[in-house]
Each structure stands twice: as structure tokens, then as C-alpha cells.
């Protein structure tokens, strides 16, 4: 008989996992303790903007014309423990007010929501990053709080999906890695996977805190990739270098590679930054701290980057914001998603809001999830209605759209032509061609 499955949590990673499963050929059944999700879910939308995602969502929710009804959404943990041999734990993990650690208190309350619910055999795989220790901790209560006979085992499988490219990661991922304490957990997994195992996908299995530690351990060396080509940005303006060309030589030592070193007002979103801060705090309990304080430089170095980009700014209006109009371009942490969570963008929007300066903002996809976050800034419906009157504009999220603008159709309506690359994805000599002042991070200015 088919497996059946269930998610439990809607947001980026709940809902593409629940698609993605449906578009496996899985019968799947998604719970949210939020109804308004659900409600938006149910009518083939997603309550976020991520590229594939409501065409998959379209192909598969019950009762919607042309689909296969293999998913549906509930906010009954009752109809979850009914329903699944598979249950997905896929919440949010953020970081704790005030605190470097994780808050673990959605992950435990999906657990002891279901847990005493469970009335047959059920493989409950937490998906969700959690500090090491945290599955073999989880395995134990889901023990202490099911039902005798239900046999109710624990695996970890950490996502790895890339906002933006969720979809693709999820139906074609680089890898799978399974946390397992028996062999029974494994080949369920296995099952689950068929697919993308026959297409090539490796297959790691492994212990609890491994596959714990390999989530973090990948984010952190990707944060630590690009704090380090950030801080080389700084050595290069100091020294009159250039980081693009150091990031492209450095990048041809295949030990090295390109991937993570453009160079510019550094990372955010939902996983990077919470995720080194819990790894180090969590190391700290674990007695092996020393073993993360390069950590501490590398959020350092991050966040460092806003408030660079703020002076360069305020260098670039004549030393002040009163009185001057800045444009932002950007307000998502990345191109491809309407996420604003911890936006470097937004932020250095909102900091030369708070000095002073009239900042007028456009997204293609961030609008409405900015506007929530900082009402007190102006939004233009277009990237020409941002620029107009502007006596600085700062790029700061790449989207692919930006590199497209007419510098001359932009100059036309400025108040004055200078342009920030906070990225380092503009053409300079386009720019330049059409009469901008244009300096970008870790380049020369001319």
C-alpha cells in the first residue's frame, strides 16, 4: 500500500515539501494551526511568493478543475495522526528574543500535539533546523507520549532548499541526509525518496547529531564564504583593488569555486544569520565555544556591511540625508522571493529613513511583506517612479530586472545621477556611459 503523508507547518519550507511530495505521487495531507493559511493554500496559492510553487500547488490541491487532489490542508492534529504513515515536521525555528539561541517551542509543540494521537506505526522526520541534540531529546518525548503499541519512531532529514529555487531543490535535491536509530526508519526514507535517488541524488544516512550538525555546518561555511569576500571588499577600497576581479581569480582554484564570493552589503533572510548565532550558542552549552568564535567575526563582518553602505551613501548626498531623496532598489534579503526577513536591503533603507532621508523604495515581489515591516518608508510603483527626484540611488537586492534598467531613461528623472552597487551586479560602464557617478563595494571608483 502507498505511503501516506503528512507536513505539518505551511510556511517555505511546510508547503513546498507538501507539493513536492503530492507531485511524487504521495497522498499528502498538510496541517496548520493558522486557518488563514490553509484558506489561501486550499485555492491553489501559496501564502508566499516562490517561483513554481502555486503551478504545483494547482496540479495537485483537492478540489480544484484539472487537478490530481492528491493534497489537502487541516488544522486538526487528530485527522494528521489518522491519516499518516510519514509525518513531516517542517515549523519555523527562529532565533530567541533577545538571545543567540533557537527557539525550539514550535518544533516541541508539533510533537506533543501529534505524539499522543498516534494510534498505528508512524514515522514522524523532523525537517525543521534544530540545535545538535535536538532529535535525540525529541526521540525520547515522542516515546514518553505515545500511545502503547503505536510504534512511533523519530529520523531527521534536514532541508537544504534555497529560496528562490525551492521547488527545483525540493523535487531535485544535491543531496539527502537521513538521522536514523534503526534500520526501519531508513528504508521508509528511502521509499519517500525513490524518485530522486533513481535520478541520482545521494543518499546519506546517518546518526541524529550528524545530520543535525550538517545543516548548520553547511550554513555556516556559506555565511563564512561570504563574510570572507566582504572582507576582502574592504581591503580592496582600502587599497584601491578590485573584489570583482579577485573574487573571479580566486574562483577559478577549483578548491575554492565561484559560487559565494560576489562581494557586496552581505547575506540575511530567515536561515543564515539565526542559524550561526544558535550553532554558537548551542556550542557554548556543548563546552566546545572556542571551537565557533570565527563565527562571531563572520556575523561581524555581515553586519558591518550595512552600516558601510549607509556612509558611502551619506558621503555620496554631501554628508547629510536632510533634505535629500534616496532611492532603494531592493527590499527582499534576495532576488526570486518576497521574504524581508532581516533584509540587508531594508535595513539600510530604514536606517537612512531614521537619519533623516526621504527614502523612497521599490520591489518586484517584497512590496506588500516591506510595507509591514517599515510603513514609515515611501514605496513607488515602479523602479522610474523610486528614481524620480532622487539624489542617490542604492541597488541593493539583485534581482535580474535591476541590471536590465535604461541608466538613461533613470537619469532623465533623477535629481542628481549617482548610483550605489550594493551588489555588484550592475554594468559600470553603462552606467557610466549614461553620466551616472557610480561606485560599487570593494571596486575602484573610475
Avoid at 98 to 121: F, H, K, Q
Avoid at 179 to 195: M, P, S, T, W
Avoid at 303 to 312: A, S, T
Wanted: aromatic share 6%.
Amino acid at each position: 500500500m502507498a505511503l501516506k503523508i503528512t507536513v505539518i507547518g505551511t510556511g517555505y519550507l511546510g508547503a513546498t515539501h507538501a507539493a513536492a511530495m503530492a507531485e511524487l505521487g504521495y497522498e499528502v495531507l498538510a496541517l496548520d494551526v493558522v486557518p488563514q493559511k490553509i484558506e489561501v493554500l486550499a485555492t491553489g496559492r501559496a501564502p508566499m511568493y516562490e517561483p513554481g510553487l502555486d503551478e504545483l500547488l494547482q496540479q495537485h490541491v483537492e478540489g480544484l478543475e484539472g487537478s490530481t487532489g492528491r493534497l489537502r490542508f487541516t488544522t486538526s492534529y487528530a485527522e494528521v495522526a489518522d491519516f499518516g504513515d510519514i509525518h513531516f515536521v517542517c515549523v519555523n525555528t527562529p532565533q530567541r528574543h533577545g538571545e543567540y539561541a533557537c527557539d525550539m517551542s514550535y518544533v516541541d509543540s508539533a510533537i506533543e500535539s501529534l505524539a499522543p494521537l498516534l494510534s498505528r506505526p508512524a514515522l514522524v522526520v523532523g525537517k525543521s533546523t534544530v540545535p545538535v541534540g535536538s532529535a535525540e531529546r525529541l526521540a525520547a518525548r515522542l516515546a514518553e507520549l505515545a500511545p502503547v503499541g503505536a510504534d512511533a519512531r523519530l529520523a531527521w532529514n534536514p532541508e537544504f532548499l534555497r529560496e528562490g529555487f525551492a521547488v527545483q531543490d525540493t523535487l531535485h535535491p544535491d543531496r539527502i541526509v537521513v538521522g536514523v536509530a534503526d534500520d526501519q526508519a531508513e528504508k521508509l526514507l528511502r521509499e519517500v525518496y525513490a524518485g530522486p535517488i533513481a535520478e541520482g541524488s545521494p543518499f546519506v544516512v546517518t546518526d541524529y547529531p550528524t545530520a543535525e550538525l550538517v545543516k548548520t555546518a553547511a550554513n555556516s561555511f556559506l555565511a563564512t564564504k561570504i563574510s570572507f569576500i566582504n572582507a576582502m571588499a574592504e581591503v580592496c577600497e582600502a587599497a584601491d583593488g578590485d573584489v570583482v576581479k579577485l573574487a573571479e581569480a580566486i574562483g577559478h582554484d577549483e578548491r575554492i569555486g565561484k559560487k559565494f564570493l560576489r562581494a557586496g552589503i552581505g547575506f540575511g533572510g530567515g536561515c543564515l544569520p539565526k542559524d550561526i548565532r544558535a550553532f554558537m550558542a548551542r556550542a557554548g552549552e556543548l563546552g566546545a565555544a572556542q571551537a565557533l568564535t570565527f563565527l562571531r567575526e563572520v556575523d561581524s563582518i555581515n553586519m558591518r556591511r550595512r552600516g558601510h553602505m549607509v556612509e558611502l551613501a551619506r558621503e555620496a548626498v554631501g554628508g547629510s540625508f536632510l533634505g535629500k531623496r534616496v532611492a532603494v532598489l531592493g527590499a527582499t534579503f534576495k532576488p526570486d522571493s518576497d521574504d524581508v526577513r532581516d533584509s540587508p536591503a531594508l535595513n539600510v533603507a530604514g536606517q537612512i529613513h531614521l537619519q533623516g532621508g526621504q527614502v523612497t523604495v521599490f520591489d518586484p515581489k517584497g512590496m506588500e511583506n516591506a510595507r509591514a515591516v517599515f510603513p514609515t518608508l515611501a514605496y513607488a510603483p515602479s523602479p522610474l517612479e523610486a528614481v524620480r527626484g532622487a539624489h542617490a540611488v542604492l541597488h541593493l537586492t539583485e534581482w535580474s530586472e535591476f541590471r536590465e534598467l535604461d541608466p538613461a531613461e533613470l537619469g532623465a528623472v533623477a535629481a542628481e545621477r549617482r548610483v550605489l552597487d550594493g551588489r555588484n551586479a550592475l554594468d559600470p560602464a553603462r552606467w557610466r556611459d549614461a553620466g551616472w557617478d557610480f561606485r560599487a563595494l570593494g571596486r575602484p571608483r573610475a
